[in-house]
């Protein structure tokens, strides 16, 4: 089952950028570079969308992020309405591509636009389905 690693977060049937999640299980973040123009994108991409090729390869990303907004979170959607209040940030990755995650080990009174945060895979296995994610953490 493409995605199985994301649960139920993924109700996609296939994808060519199913290996994103195995990578995520494995500890690494991936992007994909274009093999025919360059282009890298995060998050990867089957298509790209400068020559719109199909061929990429797979790149490690540092892991690196500097924060380019973030919300609080009080109001959730279903299934997400008993852990509020949780915050989620976006981020810049310096490879190219933003991102968007849990706050981690970050208080609200500690959060500055600009401040370098780290992204970190993680399983997120407190529940049947196991599901792969990324926390924004202090760098």
């Known amino acids: 089952m493409p995605f199985k690693w994301f649960g139920k977060i993924s109700f996609v049937p296939y994808t060519r950028v199913t290996d994103f999640a ?7 973040l991936m992007g994909s570079k274009c093999c025919d123009c360059g282009q890298v994108t995060f998050p990867p991409r089957a298509d790209c969308l400068g020559c ?3 061929e990429f390869d797979w790149i ?8 380019n907004t973030y919300t609080i979170i009080h109001a ?3 299934g997400f309405d008993d ?7 976006i981020v810049d990755l310096p490879e190219g591509g933003r991102l968007m995650g849990w706050m981690g080990d970050v208080a609200p009174e500690e959060i500055e636009i600009g401040m370098k945060l780290k992204v970190v895979p993680r399983i997120f296995d407190e529940i049947p ?11």
């Open 52 to 54: 719109m090729s199909s």
């Open 83 to 89: 852990i509020v209040p949780y915050m989620l940030g």
């Open 129 to 139: 389905e196991i599901k792969v994610h990324y926390t924004l953490e202090k760098a």
């Open 22 to 28: 195995d990578h995520l299980k494995d500890g690494k």
């Open 76 to 78: 959730a959607p279903t």
């Open 60 to 67: 490690e990303y540092s892991g690196e992020a500097v924060l």
